[in-house]
Every structure is written in C-alpha cells, then in structure tokens.
Antibody
Framework: QITLKESGPTQVKPTQTLTLTCTFS??????????VAWIRQPPGKALEWLAF???????HYSPSLKSRLNISKDTSRNQVVLTMTSMDPVDTGTYFC????????????WGQGILVTVSS | SYVLTQPPSVSVAPGTTATITCGGD??????VHWYQQKPGQAPLLVIY???DRPSGIPDRFSGSNSGNTATLTINRVDAGDEADYYC???????????FGGGTKLTVL
C-alpha cells in the first residue's frame, strides 16, 4: 500500500524559502518507473502542478515557477524535498505530495496535504 | 502551454446524470484523468487512462474523450457525489502535468 505524508512549516514569512518534505512508503524511488510530484492549491482555487522527479533523478518544473523551485530525492530515506524561494502571500495554500503513475501520467496516491500560510 | 477548460459549475438533481466537460486542443489524442475533491480532503482519482476506474470507484463514474472535449459522466447522482472535479492530462511536448480549472458539482 502506497502512502505519502507532507511535513514542514505551516507558516513562513514573505521572502523566506519554504522547504517541504514528503515521506513515502509502499514503493521505492530507486525503482525504474517511479515518480513523485508536488501539487498545490490556494484556498478556494484550482489544483496547480509544481514539480516532479523521476526515479533516475530527471526533474521537471512548472514553467511559471521554475526559477523558484527545486525538487530533490533521498532514496535511502524514502523522501522527496521541495524548496520554493521568495515566498509571497499568494503562495499560501495546501501543498500535496503525490505518487505519479508514469504509465499514463496520472496521480494515483495523494498525501493529506499541508497548509502553508505566508504572512508577516 | 496546453490549456484545459472546465465549466465552473454543474447542478443536477439526485438520481439523474451529471456530465462534466474538459476542453482542450485535440484532447482526444491524450489520456484524460479525473479527480474528485471534497471539502477539506485531498483529491481522489476516479477515472484514469482511457476509462479505467481505481478500485473502490463505482461504475456510475465513466469517462469519454473525442475531438476537443473529454467528458466525465456520473450516473444516478447522489448527495455523496457533490464535490469539485478536475481533469488532468500529460503534455508530452514539454513534460508538463496540466489541470483544468475544476468544476463544482452541486446535487440539488
């Protein structure tokens, strides 16, 4: 059974860097064909893809946020880390860590999400 | 970049059929995936690939896709289906995941 859980700060100040950790179980990111994505959702708004990493360390980013994002993996700890720089109040929202099924690129297992508020 | 367009809201009476559309350029050539999200919860995959349902999703949920429109159909709608629904595709031209803007399904 695949499970994922996000952890990190629930509040950051404007201009700070956000670091979120996804800890997962039920699969290994060192196995061929595995991938993990980050999705976010501002309050009352739509889902937005941020980034994902493949098992082979290939990474892809949302073009609108690429300059601010970095995704990395620690296969020994079964973790994926997302950093987002220059946080702004518009970045307030729930951040989800999700298993990406690369057979057809759908998101089949979601973490519960973590609500991050950007405020001074 | 690839754009998916969904109606903001759809309202239906209980026991009837809900259809939620997702428009995109030549979307019929892509696999379209659908998610259900209830308030305060993470999204739940309800339809993926051509018209597959994950374990536990009732067969009242189905998907179709042709031309420039994909459709999620929910038969015999009940109050428990009230939620936001999102479509999603893979834009292989630049390796991006793309979501539609979401549709709020209201059961009258």
């Amino acid at each position: 059974q695949i499970t994922l859980k996000e952890s990190g700060p629930t509040q950051v100040k404007p201009t700070q860097t956000l670091t979120l950790t996804c800890t997962f179980s039920g699969f290994s990111l060192s196995s061929t064909g595995e991938a993990v994505a980050w999705i976010r959702q501002p309050p009352g708004k739509a889902l937005e893809w941020l980034a994902f990493t493949y098992w082979d360390d290939d990474k892809h980013y949302s073009p609108s946020l690429k300059s601010r994002l970095n995704i990395s993996k620690d296969t020994s700890r079964n973790q994926v880390v997302l950093t987002m720089t220059s946080m702004d109040p518009v970045d307030t929202g729930t951040y989800f860590c999700v298993h990406l099924a690369v057979s057809a690129y759908y998101l089949d297992y979601w973490g519960q999400g973590i609500l991050v508020t950007v405020s001074s | 970049s690839y754009v998916l367009t969904q109606p903001p809201s759809v309202s239906v009476a209980p026991g009837t059929t809900a259809t939620i559309t997702c428009g995109g350029d030549k979307i019929g050539t892509k696999s379209v995936h659908w998610y259900q999200q209830k308030p305060g919860q993470a999204p739940l995959l309800v339809i993926y690939y051509r018209n597959d349902r994950p374990s536990g999703i009732p067969d009242r949920f189905s998907g179709s896709n042709s031309g420039n429109t994909a459709t999620l159909t929910i038969n015999r709608v009940d109050a428990g289906d009230e939620a936001d629904y999102y479509c999603q595709v893979w834009d292989s031209s630049n390796s991006h995941i793309v979501f539609g803007g979401g549709t709020k399904l209201t059961v009258l």
